[in-house]
T-cell receptor
Framework: QKEVEQDPGPLSVPEGAIVSLNCTYS??????FMWYRQYSRKGPELLMY????GNKEDGRFTAQVDKSSKYISLFIRDSQPSDSATYLC????????????FGTGTRLQVTL | EAGVVQSPRYKIIEKKQPVAFWCNPI?????LYWYLQNLGQGPELLIR????????DSQLPKDRFSAERLKGVDSTLKIQPAELGDSAVYLC???????????????????FGPGTRLTVL
């Protein structure tokens, strides 16, 4: 069993929809939880990160972490075609110079 | 500010041939990472450097893979000989060191390059 599980999708939604992306994990040592976005033939880019449990909002994006359930989520409001990409969750025990453990990524397609 | 630079972007070779990938991190970033990304998978760490020292190479298949970061700046990852299963995207990332006294909750972002897509025939 992988340390981080993520539904690979693909997930197709109409423009304007609310998107929910999720990951589960098994390693209790993870303290930092990241969401990266990866466009086709590009490297991953950081969307946002959360430390420990709680919520964090940045524009149309909201990240939630529930450490008791070992479950993290990313919500995208008012989804746009430009949000079409693969979304990777990643986790690490420490915030500095550490190995990131990634999920498989969920491919999202936002249609007009 | 320039991002992480990788070259070549694409490489096609026949099995058993050697291949090398180059990475130039963001200026001032002392931590450099090489990740392997198979199709439909998330990146997996191969090796992490702090300056010129490899501090985590536990996932690097040392029978055929090698890496170096001689002056603590740019880095080269080599495969010799390549196998069919090595076809993947090789990503380089860099981050600044947090140093002493970095508070809990602070994350030193890993910035990724565009990757080198390797095809082994």
């Amino acid at each position: 069993q992988k340390e981080v599980e993520q539904d690979p999708g693909p997930l197709s939604v109409p423009e304007g929809a609310i998107v929910s992306l999720n990951c589960t994990y098994s390693n209790s040592a993870f303290q930092y939880f990241m969401w990266y976005r990866q466009y086709s033939r590009k490297g991953p880019e950081l969307l946002m990160y959360t430390y420990s449990s709680g919520n964090k909002e940045d524009g149309r994006f909201t990240a939630q972490v529930d450490k008791s359930s070992k479950y993290i989520s990313l919500f995208i409001r008012d989804s746009q075609p430009s949000d079409s990409a693969t979304y990777l969750c990643a986790m690490t025990p420490t915030g500095t110079a550490s190995k990131l453990t990634f999920g498989t990524g969920t491919r999202l397609q936002v249609t007009l | 500010e320039a991002g992480v630079v990788q070259s070549p972007r694409y490489k096609i070779i026949e099995k058993k041939q050697p291949v090398a990938f180059w990475c130039n991190p963001i200026s001032g970033h002392n931590t450099l990472y090489w990740y392997l990304q198979n199709l439909g998978q998330g990146p997996e760490l191969l090796i992490r450097y702090e300056n010129e020292e490899a501090v985590d190479d536990s996932q690097l298949p040392k029978d055929r893979f090698s890496a170096e970061r001689l002056k603590g700046v740019d880095s080269t990852l080599k495969i010799q000989p390549a196998e069919l299963g090595d076809s993947a995207v090789y990503l380089c990332a860099s981050s600044s060191g947090g140093g002493l006294g970095q508070g809990a909750g602070s994350y030193n972002e890993q910035f990724f390059g565009p990757g080198t897509r390797l095809t082994v025939l």
